[in-house]
């Protein structure tokens, strides 16, 4: 079983960054696919970014639409943690953020939040305009 915990969330205003950390323990999650989603109050639970290793340095790493060219998704397996790297932030983009570890048995997909089985708690970005 892999606990996750989230850090660096806060308020920023518009234009601004943060980054993200989603630490992990209990065991090493190098293998896992990490996914981060976000939940907006009175929204559903949304894709943001996700990563995979493949060993070595080859990594792959996937974004939702509405974040691509703004946020990073990256990994530090000696850490044991993935970050997002998240630029010139919007209004839009307030909300709670999860990190979470895709099911071991979910060989393909990542956009779909029953694929995750462990989620951390959660960390608040706020947005001001």
């Known amino acids: 079983q892999v606990q996750l915990v989230e850090s660096g969330g806060g308020l920023v205003q518009a234009g601004g960054s943060l980054r993200l950390s989603c630490a992990a323990s209990g065991r090493t999650f190098s293998s896992l696919v990490t996914g981060w989603f976000r939940q907006a109050p009175g929204k559903e639970r949304e894709f943001v970014a996700a990563?995979?290793?493949?060993?070595?340095?080859?990594?792959?790493?996937y974004y939702a639409d509405s974040v691509k060219g703004r946020f990073t998704i990256s990994r530090d397996n000696a850490m044991n943690t993935v970050y997002l790297q998240m630029n010139s932030l919007k209004p839009d983009d307030t909300a709670v953020y999860y990190c979470?570890?895709?099911?071991?048995?979910?060989?393909?997909?990542?956009?779909?939040?029953?694929?995750?089985?462990?989620w951390g708690q959660g960390t608040q970005v706020t947005v001001s305009s």
């Open positions: 990563i995979s290793w493949r060993g070595g340095s080859t990594y792959y790493a």
């Open positions: 979470a570890t895709r099911k071991e048995g979910q060989r393909v997909g990542v956009l779909r939040a029953d694929f995750y089985d462990n």
